[in-house]
């Protein structure tokens, strides 16, 4: 079985930003989507926020960055990943369909889905009447009474768009009247579109209909009160869940399953990284996802020349190594280091001596443990065999 050098998890934005990096670094790339390349990105009917295109349209953006990344030779292969086993120095992805593949290094850049009402009848007719992607199916309902739940955003803006076709849009809001989370412009060009209502104070409480959508019931918060309205399309939006579920003990997880992460993108497990909308962050966008690709594969190669560098200079060697650990901004730690380089070379290089800056590369220190700035280990064939602790220049010279 061939082993790639990355392997990404997703082909969003963040998965597709990450192998055009990972492919153009000369890693060996391998992006598993399970769906359509782009991501939640692809359904969108304009982007006008990503530097360089005043106005482009989802598939059109999420298309130039996969041909982007196949043309520095990332591969790109549609597949359900079922099991991840992260930890080690190969992980290993299986597929539904059986298929296993292997890399020194993963980013997971698994985005998110539509979260559901889990209301009756929502489940039963998807894609029967029941959307998530006003780009998708706003089409379909030429002529027709259309409910949007939700009023974000997305939500406003898609409704927005829907009105294009269908004859009525009818927005259900859990706020007061004229209380709406979208941003203000979205809001006052709703509120002055004539195919566009509100219902207020209330909840969409069931989706009805034989085989496709026929009516909902909408409840209003404050009376109780459910009432029945005739419709035939139902769009939601009520946020997002990151597809992170099967990642549950394999990496750390916030209390809403967002994969946690450090500026670097490095999550809990040496050699996985996470990029976009599901990682904990701020802003989900597709420029800050395709940001946190970038990170991820530049953390990446770093990571997969650190450890090559430490199997052949340290786990490799040919002579004993003494691990010396220092930091610049630790005055004492440069000039023991200093003084130690000096030792070595004049005992005839009877051992090699490895610098580590514990600024730059902690994972090594973290290895051993090691948290002093002044600590020293001497290894043979690999393995410990004397911890110095404190002021390295206590180690005794003889064995140097």
Same mark, same amino acid.
């Given at each position: ?248 003990? /394999? *990496?750390?997880? !916030?209390?809403? =399953?967002? $994969?946690? +992460?450090?500026?670097?993108? @490095? ?115 690999? /393995? *410990?065999?004397? !911890?110095?602790? =404190?002021? $390295?220049? +206590?180690?005794?010279?003889? @064995?140097?």
């Amino acid at each position: 079985m061939s082993i790639y050098d990355l392997l990404i998890l997703g082909g969003g934005p963040a998965g597709l930003t990450a192998g055009i990096y990972g492919a153009r670094a000369k890693l060996k790339t391998v992006i598993l989507e399970k769906g359509a390349v782009g991501g939640m990105a692809f359904t969108t009917r304009e982007i006008v926020n990503y530097p360089s295109y005043k106005s482009i349209t989802g598939p059109n953006l999420t298309k130039t960055m996969a041909n982007h990344a196949q043309e520095f030779g990332a591969e790109i292969i549609k597949c359900l990943v079922t099991e991840v086993e992260l930890d080690g120095e190969i992980k290993t992805i299986k597929t539904k369909k059986g298929n296993q593949y292997q890399a020194r290094a993963v980013i997971l850049a698994l985005g998110s889905q539509p979260r559901l009402l889990n209301i009756p009848g929502e489940r039963r007719l998807r894609g029967n009447g029941v959307s998530y992607c006003a780009t998708c199916d706003a089409e379909f309902y030429e002529g027709l009474t259309v409910i949007v739940v939700g009023n974000g955003d997305a939500a406003i803006e898609e409704a927005i768009y829907i009105t294009k076709y269908a004859s009525k849009v009818i927005v259900i809001v859990i706020h007061d009247e004229g209380i709406v989370d979208c941003n203000k412009a979205s809001a006052e060009k709703a509120f002055k579109n004539e195919k566009m209502d509100f219902i207020w104070n209330s909840v969409l409480a069931e989706i009805k209909g034989s085989e496709d959508v026929e009516a909902v019931v909408i409840q209003n918060l404050k009376t109780g009160e459910h009432t029945e309205v005739k419709a035939e399309g139902v769009f939601i939006y009520v946020g997002m869940v990151p597809e992170t579920e099967f990642l549950q003990s /394999k *990496v750390d997880l !916030d209390d809403r =399953g967002y $994969i946690v +992460t450090n500026e670097m993108m @490095e999550t809990s497990v040496d050699g996985v990284c996470a990029a976009g909308d599901a990682r904990v962050k701020y802003l989900r966008q597709v420029v800050t996802a395709a940001n946190d690709g970038a990170v991820a594969a530049v953390t990446v190669e770093r990571y997969l020349a650190e450890e090559d560098d430490f199997k052949e200079n340290v786990l490799n060697a040919n002579k004993p190594v003494l691990l010396a650990f220092w930091s610049p901004v630790d005055e004492e730690s440069i000039h023991a280091v200093t003084r130690l380089e000096k030792t070595v070379a004049e005992s005839g290089h009877k051992v090699r001596l490895v610098k580590v800056d514990m600024s730059r590369k902690k994972r090594i220190a973290q290895r051993y443990n090691v948290t002093s700035t002044r600590a020293a280990l001497l290894l043979k064939e690999g /393995k *410990v065999i004397r !911890d110095i602790s =404190g002021d $390295i220049l +206590t180690f005794w010279d003889g @064995e140097v």
